[in-house]
């Protein structure tokens, strides 16, 4: 067996809707019996769930900083993939709409990108958050008798 109770490792499994592809989680068990087909079970933190799922060896391997995406500007920028559990912050944003998702991206990011931004990160997700605020009064139906907010 490859791997051990303990050891960190980065799902590669792609199975679909299960949608946890490059999460990293933690050995829990080991079946070591010749037949079992999914021998290790993982502790994954599945959008602020803890989840436990079963794997084969070739669905996993060991977590390094290696293992990690290679950062660039523009690919994996290590503002938005400081995340403990290997999500990045656009697995997390591109589930929301438009202002919810841009206001976490700037609350994520927030001190992170470069020295000095933090407090315009901040504004910036404030900004996006009031906007989405107006958008849902907006969009509330109105009681009888009152009047629609322009």
Known sequence: MKF??????????????????????????VNSHVTAPYPYGVKLYVWGRVEYRAFAEDELRAWTSEAAPISSPTEHPTHYTWLPNGVEVIDLTEHLNFNRG?????LCRAGRKEAGTELEDLKKARWYINREISRTENQASPTPGEKIKD
Do not use: W
């Open 4 to 29: 051990k109770a303990g050891d960190e490792v980065r799902v590669t499994a792609d199975r679909g809707a299960f949608g946890v592809k490059n999460v990293r989680g933690r050995v829990y068990s």
């Open 102 to 106: 841009n206001a976490v991206k700037y």
